[in-house]
Each structure stands twice: as structure tokens, then as C-alpha cells.
């Protein structure tokens, strides 16, 4: 852990080094630097090596730790953000799927119809009317050729009806005129029996 922050500050120090740097090209990249650079020029040097000042050594290694420990705040500060940040995300991922889910339900509802309290889709709807226009024909046709048949089936009736009737009244016309000539001949064979000319 520890290790993985200290390359973590040594990161954020070059990346601040390098702001500092292509912000402004007189100034050297951090503080320490500028110690660092500083205590390189005031040592002296002895036989190829450099001699430090112990104090000043002391002072660099402080300055060190204080900036590392203002480069930890800093990188809390920034965790923090991005913590706060990612909350915010997740926040808005699950106000954005909230929202999707009610767009869907409406996109739903808005192409569902509502007919004998349930509810269609559009396509299904429409299927449905055509289906009850369709069985309304397919019914509506029956009816017509059934009362077509019926229609021939009572104008054969009617014709033969008629006809019977023909037959019935010649029967009718040729029994009455038989029993009328039955009667004359029953009256005239009383009149013969009677003696009456």
C-alpha cells in the first residue's frame, strides 16, 4: 500500500512538475527542486565529490516531507472529488435507468389502446378490428345467402302454392258442377218418381 502511494505522489509530483514547467518557464518546477538545485550550487566540492551542508541536507529532507505530505492532502482532496464524483454517476446512471423504464412504460402506453378495459398494442388492435370486420362479412354473408336460399325456398313454395291452388279451384269448379249436375239429376229422377212431367 505504501509503496503503491508513493508512486502514486511520485506521479502527481512529476505531473505538478510538469504544469509548473509549461506554465511558466522562468520558475523551477517545484520547491524542492529549487532547494535541490540550491543546495547543489552553495556544496563544495572535494576530490570529484560534493560536500553538503548537513543542516541544509536536514532542511531539504523536511521540505520534502511537507510537500509529500501536501501532495497526500491534495491527492485526498482529489480522491475525494473523485469519489464524490463517481457517487454523482452512479446517482445519475440510476436516475437515467429510472427515466429510461418510464420513457419505455410511456412509449408503451402511448402505443397501447385500451378497448373492453384491456389493454392492445397498436398492431394487435388493429389485427383484432380487421379479425371482427372479417367474422362481421364472413357472418353478414351467411345471412344473405341463407336468406337467398330461403328467399328461392319460399318463392318455390308460393309458386307451387299457387299452383295448388289453381289445381284446387279447377277441382273445386269441376265438383261443383258435377254436384250440380248430380243435383238436376236427382231432381229430375224425383220428378219422375213423383209423376210430375
Given at each position: ?7 502514486v ?8 512538475f ?16 529549487d ?23 536536514i ?31 452512479q446517482k ?11 420513457f ?13 378495459g ?19 362479412v ?41 254436384e ?6 236427382l ?11
Open positions: 500500500m505504501s509503496n503503491k502511494f508513493y508512486i505522489a511520485a506521479f502527481v509530483i512529476a505531473s505538478v510538469q504544469m509548473n514547467a509549461q506554465t511558466d518557464s522562468l520558475k523551477t518546477e517545484t520547491p524542492i527542486q532547494e535541490f538545485s540550491a543546495l547543489i550550487q552553495e556544496s563544495n566540492n572535494y576530490q570529484g565529490y560534493k560536500v553538503v551542508d548537513y543542516d541544509k541536507l532542511e531539504l529532507r523536511n521540505t520534502t516531507r511537507s510537500y509529500i505530505t501536501e501532495l497526500k492532502e491534495e491527492i485526498i482532496v482529489h480522491k475525494n472529488t473523485v469519489d464524490q464524483q463517481n457517487d454523482e454517476i445519475l446512471k440510476s436516475e437515467l435507468d429510472s427515466t429510461q423504464e418510464d419505455n412504460r410511456v412509449s408503451e402506453e402511448k402505443d397501447a389502446l385500451m378497448f373492453l384491456m389493454p392492445f398494442s397498436k398492431g394487435g388492435y388493429k389485427a383484432m378490428m380487421w379479425g371482427i370486420v372479417a367474422a362481421l364472413a357472418i353478414l354473408l351467411i345471412i344473405f345467402f341463407r336468406y337467398k336460399s330461403s328467399h328461392a325456398a319460399t318463392k318455390d313454395a308460393q309458386q307451387k302454392l299457387d299452383e295448388t291452388e289453381k289445381e284446387f279451384d279447377a277441382y273445386r269448379t269441376k265438383a261443383l258442377e258435377k250440380q249436375r248430380l243435383g238436376r239429376m231432381q229430375d229422377e224425383r220428378n219422375k218418381a213423383s209423376g210430375t212431367p
